[in-house]
């Protein structure tokens, strides 16, 4: 019988604050799957921007962040689904009144 993991987010959200927290990891291929909550006034990273050697997927689950690439912003709210291409430098900033909570998903390195 294949294992199957299932994780009950509701008890992750306050171990996915200040940082990203890796749920499911693979190594062939590489993958992770995490919980992301950044808190109202929260700008991840702090200062400049991010990226990834893997593309990344992230689907917001709820609140509203800014989402920073390639000098632009967009706005993406809850049940959207983001899609950052490896090697793209990018931040995401909450500028609303509550938590924002993502799942999101690297696939290849980190």
């Not at 019988?1 to 008890?11: A, K, R």
């Not at 693979?26 to 993958?31: F, G, M, N, S, T």
């Given at each position: 019988?294949?294992?199957?993991?299932?994780?009950?987010?509701?008890?992750k959200?306050?171990?996915?604050?200040g940082t990203p927290l890796p749920l499911v990891r693979?190594?062939?291929?590489?993958?992770e799957t995490g919980s992301y909550l950044i808190e109202p006034g929260e700008r991840v990273p702090e200062t400049g921007t991010t990226r990834h050697d893997g593309d990344e997927l992230s689907v917001v689950l709820s609140g509203t962040v800014?989402?920073?690439?390639?000098?632009?912003t967009s706005t993406v709210g809850p049940?959207?689904?983001?899609?950052?291409?490896?090697?793209?430098?990018?931040?995401?900033?909450?500028?609303?009144?509550?938590?924002?909570?993502?799942?999101?998903?690297?696939?290849?390195?980190?």
């Open positions: 019988m294949t294992h199957v993991d299932v994780v009950d987010l509701s008890e959200w306050p171990d996915s604050a693979l190594e062939d291929p590489r993958l800014v989402l920073g690439v390639d000098g632009a049940e959207t689904l983001i899609h950052i291409p490896a090697g793209v430098d990018h931040f995401s900033e909450n500028r609303g009144n509550e938590p924002v909570r993502l799942l999101y998903t690297i696939l290849g390195e980190l």
